[in-house]
């Protein structure tokens, strides 16, 4: 019950008016200490409750030492418009009691426009880096009042080369009291060091618990020769499987618009969300899935964070994710508040070392699975090690290297036959694994 934290009355209230009876676990776990002034680390993926876990804590904070309103008193920042719009509205909804006012601010919308709503001085100001800092630049911004910062999706803000700007913005916010910084992957050495910049004494919260993955949610891998295997896959399970609304993740733009290329050719209504898609296009795109007019997305990474469209309950990965974070970000958002949810990830002999990596971090084995008249040649490597990557393909680059006669390719393996999935693995913090390689991302 939401009873149990000190909030404001006409917080509860609001609570109770969005009819949330029970807090999330991020929410039990965020939210005591933010009342109680002190900085967080936390991460927590999209679809956890994460953003009540911090707006509350920051309405709270506003309420309680009510002043004359003279400047921005709290700033969120957020790595994409969508995300600024979906924080807005929950802001909105939980401070519908209060007299706080909030603006937001990020590109692609009239400048002037929002200098006017800034020199109306809201008390939240929720935006993205970028045009904030253009604000800051003109002189219609001050931020030196912020009482409280929060970075949210930081690690996805640092991925989309926003640093330097987060570390003005932050560095505007001198006199700021509490920094809440949140972030969907425990992410790499760029996010400890900003963590360490900007928090002071931070409790560090992992809610990103791989188990979470396991509810609800089944996860399979089929094997494919090539790009254009791939795709008559993701065509196959488009038409055959059922679901509400399906998102097809891939590591690069020009491998989204190819799909969606196809995809609209054979008659799929179908968006393609990524870095180049301007702000029309993007709302349209998620206004039509939200309405149900279109049931299919294919998207990046960078384009899909933030999104939050109930019924999204396929999720294909036409390229393995880079991380294990970035599975648990992407799976994360099928079998939500209960409901089935099917991920199904797309393996070619170059995927393989990397899916294997993912099994090993998440401590499960996806099940195997083959689609009747579409089975290919690759099964998966012949040899496995123990850990479960290709045995041999290092002596295999050697040999190459010393220029040696190319050999034929090796017949592929019999897939190991199809195996039950075993029994889900306790509760695993992540602090107690070893990292994947974080690579970086290729371009939006
Ligand atoms: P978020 O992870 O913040 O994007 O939240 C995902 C969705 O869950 C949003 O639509 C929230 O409004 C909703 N939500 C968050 N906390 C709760 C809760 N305790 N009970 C019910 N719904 C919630």
Redesign the pocket.
């Known amino acids: 019950m939401f009873d149990q934290f000190a909030l404001h009355e006409r917080l509860l209230k609001a609570v109770a008016e969005l009819k949330?009876?029970?807090?999330?676990a991020v929410?039990v776990a965020a939210i005591p200490p933010a009342l109680e002034g002190k900085d967080l680390r936390v991460t927590a993926q999209?679809?956890?409750?994460?953003?009540?876990a911090f707006v509350l804590p920051m309405l709270n904070r506003l309420i309680g030492d009510a002043q004359p309103r003279v400047d921005v008193r709290a700033l969120i920042l957020l790595p994409t418009r969508e995300l600024a719009q979906q924080t807005l509205k929950?802001v909105e909804r939980f401070s519908q009691f209060t007299f706080i006012k909030s603006g937001l601010i990020t590109g692609g919308e009239d400048f002037k426009v929002q200098a006017a709503m800034l020199r109306k001085v809201p008390d939240v100001l929720i935006g993205t880096p970028g045009r904030l800092i253009e604000h800051l630049n003109a002189g219609t911004l001050i931020l030196k009042d912020v009482e409280i910062l929060i970075l949210d999706e930081a690690d996805r803000m640092l991925d989309m080369g926003f640093a330097e700007d987060v570390q003005r913005l932050v560095g505007e916010c001198a006199k700021r009291q509490q920094t809440l910084l949140f972030s969907a992957t425990s992410g790499g050495a760029s996010l400890r060091e900003m963590a360490a910049q900007v928090l002071r004494e931070p409790l560090h919260l992992q809610l990103n618990r791989v188990s979470e993955l396991n509810e609800g949610t089944r996860q399979q891998i089929i094997t494919a020769d090539d790009i254009a295997h791939k795709e008559k896959l993701v065509h196959w399970l488009l038409a055959n499987e059922t679901y509400q609304k399906a998102v097809v993740f891939t590591n690069t733009r020009a491998q989204a618009d190819r799909l969606y290329g196809h995809l609209v050719a054979a008659g799929t209504k179908v968006f393609v969300l990524h870095g180049e898609k301007d702000q029309k296009e993007r709302k349209l795109a998620i206004e039509r899935l939200k309405q149900g007019g279109v049931k299919v997305l294919v998207a990046t990474d960078v384009a899909a964070r933030g999104l939050?469209i109930e019924g999204m309950d396929l999720v294909i990965n036409f390229d393995m994710p880079r991380s294990g974070d970035e599975y648990v970000h992407r799976i994360g958002r099928t079998g939500r508040a209960g409901g089935e949810g099917l991920a199904i990830s797309l393996i070619c002999h170059n995927d393989w070392n990397l899916m294997s990596s993912i099994e090993r971090y998440l401590k499960q084995r996806f099940e195997r699975r083959v689609i009747k008249g579409l089975k290919g040649t690759y099964q998966g490597p012949k040899n496995l090690k123990a850990s479960g990557k290709a045995a041999g393909s290092k002596k295999k680059k050697l040999e190459k290297k010393k220029g040696s006669a190319d050999k034929k390719a090796k017949p592929a393996a019999k897939r190991p036959k199809n195996s039950p999935r075993p029994a889900p693995s306790p509760v695993v913090s992540q602090d107690g694994l070893a990292p994947l390689k974080r690579k970086k991302p290729a371009a939006e």
């Open positions: 949330f009876v029970e807090p999330t929410q999209t679809g956890s409750g994460k953003t009540a929950e939050d």
